[in-house]
């Protein structure tokens, strides 16, 4: 306790005789430049996920399923991670049993310390589902949890997220506010915009780096 | 892992290296190629003059409003942690830092350490420290790998391995790992992703930095592309990131415009792939993530800079790099030459409160101050002013009690010159006496002085004054005036 004694202490005699500077914060810097109309809301989100090698499709609601099992075909996978404990996870299930889907559905239903290695190196692709998209920066929310967890998003090859037209909101700020995050995180908030990628060798790009090599979003129309 | 080659050793001073570096013409041309790319990029991130610069004022507020209340966010922020269930350690000195983290280390009996990209575990040689209580950590960046592999030291504090092109990536690849050689960057890339995953599965902690701590919510932000940040956040079962007691901000909403600050002056991007915001350890139903959160809170010097309110500006620094990409001088150099952690201009101003001036007395002196760096500077610290105040310190006499340890460059005989240089310029009777002197014995005027005879030659004054020639310049304008 003595450092933080210590730290504390220095700190607070170099402020001594000084009082905090006022809130400054200006809402409008960071919301007025990035305001979209809905139709350009999706159109933004979609080309600044394109521009970094994101694959969008958008979709009728109920299509989704049947996307995913398509999507796993032509890239010739043999199995996708889901969560059972989620909506979408039930609906992905259930359209497997109904159309006799052959890639094998992998249930993240234990902890990771049980199946670490077959995490890590057997599974082809994921399914998560999101909290939602911001337009400005081309982005989606994940707010992981114990039915989908972390290492969804992050350790198949191949993520495919669920994104509802209507959970798009034009920048953080707006994110922030309507989903009131100020009020309680969860373990692990996570803002994802594009595939895994690095720059580090001549900074060529190149995709795949330490996470999945292909993230595509499935943007659901609303009914 | 193989003992590291203090790079930094291999010449010791600035001016050494830095002569090294602008004969290494590969080397040149890797950062020039850099740069010019960092630099364009930052500029089409930046399209419109009137946000960007309401942006970076409005960052400046928000880290200099938390930098005024700085104990008690730190106190707030160390509240909401422990509530969050994540252990925090205070750390004035890297010495007690590097302890505690190898006693987490320790305590779990860990031997397997993967970090992500950390610069402040770089100030703390965590690597070299472990290593010497036989724990392997791993870097876990492209690029700070690479250059670990090479037993080298980043050369840049986003682009670890930026002074290196694919063909030395691709030899160096091939000596260590024994995979073919190959031009093929994706090639390259998918050889280290191979190689980490095994250490991400099988490590026992991961270490990670921070890049904003925010206070009202008890919440650890990392931004990254490449996914190793997160990895060494979630896959091992302890998570410990060190970090700086200044990147505390008071509210969530700060990191709006911070973030976007951050990733568009760094690289250009309108955000990095991942923003990684971590509030505690797995809870009790959850199915994966650490078990077990800890945060270290460093010192070293930063509380030194503090108690300065002109150097505590420093303390701003989001560590973004862009006054490296502008500097004229880094361009040219590279980052080894620097010879310490954080190259470049914001190096040149945090190191002395790091490592003391006295230590670094030529970083001052190693800018043009052209100025681009304060002029990029997304946080808006004035770079260019705290270097002249480095500048005054580092030839302060004892007597003049030099602040964050300079002094190293006073020397009695500049100090006599510039008396006599004063005397002379503010007494007329001496100034004539001066100039009738040197026009006249021009002649002796030493061939060697310093460092300006290496490259041109000695200036000799001339044997008429200036004052001398306007006079005979008035005076025959005068009679042609009266001619007319």
């Avoid at chain 2, 730190?74 to 942690?81: D, F, K, M, N, S």
């Amino acid at each position: 306790m003595n450092a933080r004694n210590n730290i504390l202490n220095k700190l607070r005699t170099s402020l001594a005789g000084t009082s905090p500077r006022p809130d400054e914060f200006d809402e409008e810097l960071v919301t007025r430049p990035w305001q979209y109309d809905p139709q350009n809301r999706i159109e933004r989100l979609r080309s600044l996920m394109e521009a970094v090698h994101t694959e969008i499709h958008p979709l009728a609601s109920e299509q989704w399923p049947a996307k995913v099992q398509e999507l796993l075909e032509s890239r010739n996978l043999g199995n996708v991670l889901y969560a059972p404990g989620t909506e979408h996870g039930r609906m992905l299930a259930e359209h497997w049993q109904n159309a006799g889907a052959k890639q094998e559905l992998i249930a993240y239903d234990r902890p990771v310390e049980e199946w670490k290695e077959e995490l890590f190196w057997e599974v082809d692709a994921s399914v998560t589902g999101t909290l939602g998209g911001i337009a400005a920066t081309g982005s989606l929310v994940l707010w992981p949890d114990r039915h989908e967890p972390r290492l969804m998003s992050l350790l198949p090859p191949v993520h495919i997220a669920l994104l509802k037209a209507s959970d798009i909101e034009d920048n953080l700020y707006a994110m922030m506010k309507a989903q009131s995050w100020s009020a309680g995180l969860p373990t692990n908030l996570l803002l994802i915009s594009g595939p895994s990628k690095t720059a580090d060798i001549e900074q060529v790009l190149a995709y795949g780096a330490h996470g999945p090599k292909e993230l595509i979003v499935l943007i659901l129309e609303d009914q | 892992m193989s003992q590291r080659i203090p790079i930094t050793e291999l010449t010791d001073s600035f001016r050494g290296r830095a002569k090294e570096a602008l004969e290494d013409g590969q080397l040149r041309t890797n950062f020039r190629v850099a740069m010019d790319s960092l630099m364009r990029k930052r500029a089409d991130a930046f399209p419109d003059e009137e946000e960007r610069e309401g942006l970076r004022e409005l960052g400046n507020r928000i880290k200099a409003g938390a930098l005024s209340r700085l104990p008690d966010l730190l106190e707030q922020l160390e509240t909401r942690l422990t509530e969050n269930g994540v252990k925090v350690h205070w750390a004035e000195t890297t010495e007690e830092a590097n302890q505690i983290v190898h006693g987490i280390i320790k305590s779990k009996q860990g031997s397997q350490v993967v970090k992500g990209k950390s610069m402040v575990s770089e100030e703390m040689e965590m690597n070299d420290f472990l290593a010497e209580r036989h724990i392997e950590c791993l870097e876990s960046d492209m690029g700070e790998y690479i250059v670990q592999l090479d037993g080298e030291k980043p050369s840049h504090i986003i682009m670890p391995a930026i002074h290196k092109n694919r063909r030395q990536v691709s030899k160096l690849f091939h000596d260590k790992l024994g995979v073919e050689e190959t031009d093929d960057v994706n090639e390259l890339i998918r050889i280290g992703r191979r190689t980490l995953r095994t250490e991400f599965m099988e490590a026992d902690v991961g270490v990670s930095g921070v890049n904003f701590a925010i206070a009202e919510t008890g919440t650890l932000l990392l931004v990254e592309n490449e996914g190793n940040g997160r990895m060494s956040t979630t896959a091992p079962p302890v998570h410990v990131a060190v970090t700086g007691i200044e990147k505390v901000v008071e509210n969530l909403r700060d990191v709006v415009p911070l973030v976007s600050l951050l990733t568009r002056s760094a690289l250009g991007q309108p955000i990095t792939t991942y923003v990684n915001m971590i509030s505690g350890p797995r809870k009790p139903d959850e199915l994966d993530g650490p078990e077990e959160v800890h945060l270290v809170l460093l010192d070293n010097g930063r509380s030194d800079a503090f108690a300065d309110a002109q150097m505590r500006q420093t303390l701003n620094c989001i560590r973004c790099g862009a006054c490296m990409n502008h500097c004229p001088v880094y361009t040219r150099v590279g980052g080894h030459t620097y010879g310490e952690v954080y190259p470049g201009p914001i190096g040149k101003i945090i190191t002395p409160h790091m490592v003391g001036l006295h230590q670094v007395p030529e970083h001052p002196s190693a800018s043009s101050l052209c100025g681009a760096c304060g002029e990029v500077c997304p946080v808006k610290i004035p770079i260019p002013e705290l270097l002249q105040r480095l500048r005054q310190e580092n030839v302060k006499s004892p007597a003049e009690h030099p602040k964050v340890d300079g002094g190293a460059k006073y020397s009695r005989k500049e100090r006599a010159v510039w008396r006599i240089w004063v005397a002379l310029n503010t007494r007329p009777g001496l100034y004539k006496l001066f100039l009738w002197a040197a026009t006249r014995f021009g002649k002796l005027t030493p061939k060697n002085v310093g460092p300006w005879t290496e490259n041109h030659t000695a200036p000799v004054p001339a044997r008429r004054s200036l004052h001398d020639l306007a006079r005979d310049h008035l005076s025959s304008q005068q009679k042609q005036g009266g001619q007319s």
